[in-house]
């Protein structure tokens, strides 16, 4: 099973947006509504921040918001802060497997 | 509220097993099933496999089959990773994160696995 394709790095500066998208194929992405994403820093567990594709867990700020069309979902972060600079990964559901994105590094410019 | 808490870190010499505790409270242990996760250095997260907690029914990544066996213990709401044949990359650090629905809601805090001769 190979890896989802994500961009690695992105940027924005404070108050912007920025969007990060997850490239698969049918038999994961495409295929189910079970696309997550998690907030990754060095030194601490993943967080999730959205799951099957465009909801939030409470306590996650509605900045962060998610889409999928096709075999392709993003992650879209509004209103850029600093505290959002971290790493980003998707996940899909892919028949009995899941699927990890590459990660890509958020950098709040 | 719900916890994973794994073992401490481990230091293994290359061809030699290695064995990571996952302690679950907070929640019903059978209720949801168990996710483990690895991260080498300069890497992703990498999927390693999927046990249910009530019937004990695993998928592996291919990439671990035969090598990779996770286990659970129901009354001690603890599930159990081994990974044996160890080589230096598979030097990372592993996670348990519970899976609600093809969803890994939480984590554990990480153990870090070093294999070197």
Same mark, same amino acid.
Request: charged share 15%.
């Given at each position: 099973?190979s890896?989802?394709?994500?961009?690695?790095?992105?940027s924005? *500066?404070?108050?912007?947006? !920025?969007?990060?998208?997850c490239?698969?194929t049918?038999?994961?992405?495409?295929g189910?509504?079970?696309v997550? +994403?998690?907030?990754? /820093?060095p030194?601490k567990?993943?967080?999730?921040?959205?799951?099957?594709?465009?909801? /939030?867990? *409470?306590?996650?700020?509605?900045r962060?918001?998610g889409?999928?069309?096709?075999?392709t979902?993003?992650?879209?972060?509004s209103?850029?802060q600093?505290?959002?600079?971290?790493?980003?990964?998707? *996940?899909?559901?892919?028949?009995?497997? $899941?699927?990890?994105?590459?990660g890509?590094?958020?950098? !709040?410019? | 509220?719900?916890?994973?808490?794994?073992?401490?870190?481990?230091v293994?010499?290359?061809g030699?097993s290695?064995?990571?505790s996952c $302690?679950?409270?907070?929640?019903?242990f059978?209720?949801n099933?168990?996710?483990w996760? /690895?991260?080498a250095?300069?890497?992703? &997260?990498? +999927?390693?496999? +999927?046990? *249910?907690?009530? $019937?004990?029914?695993?998928?592996?990544?291919?990439?671990?089959?035969?090598?990779?066996?996770?286990?659970?213990?129901a009354?001690?709401?603890?599930?159990?990773?081994?990974? /044996?044949?160890?080589?230096?990359?598979?030097?990372?650090?592993?996670?348990?994160?519970?899976?609600?629905?093809?969803? &890994?809601?939480h +984590?554990g805090?990480?153990?870090? !696995?070093?294999?070197s001769?």
């Amino acid at each position: 099973q190979s890896a989802l394709t994500q961009p690695p790095s992105a940027s924005g *500066s404070p108050g912007q947006s !920025v969007a990060i998208s997850c490239t698969g194929t049918s038999s994961d992405v495409g295929g189910y509504d079970y696309v997550s +994403w998690y907030q990754y /820093r060095p030194g601490k567990a993943p967080k999730l921040i959205l799951y099957e594709v465009s909801k /939030r867990p *409470s306590g996650v700020p509605d900045r962060f918001s998610g889409s999928k069309s096709g075999t392709t979902a993003s992650l879209t972060v509004s209103g850029l802060q600093a505290e959002d600079e971290a790493d980003y990964y998707c *996940s899909s559901y892919a028949g009995t497997n $899941r699927v990890f994105g590459g990660g890509t590094k958020l950098t !709040v410019l | 509220q719900v916890q994973l808490v794994q073992s401490g870190a481990e230091v293994k010499k290359p061809g030699a097993s290695v064995k990571v505790s996952c $302690r679950t409270s907070g929640y019903t242990f059978t209720d949801n099933g168990l996710t483990w996760v /690895r991260q080498a250095p300069g890497q992703g &997260l990498e +999927w390693m496999g +999927w046990i *249910s907690t009530y $019937r004990g029914n695993t998928n592996y990544a291919q990439k671990f089959q035969g090598r990779f066996t996770m286990t659970t213990d129901a009354s001690r709401s603890t599930a159990y990773m081994e990974l /044996r044949s160890l080589r230096s990359d598979d030097t990372a650090v592993y996670y348990c994160a519970r899976d609600k629905l093809y969803t &890994l809601d939480h +984590w554990g805090q990480g153990t870090q !696995v070093t294999v070197s001769s």
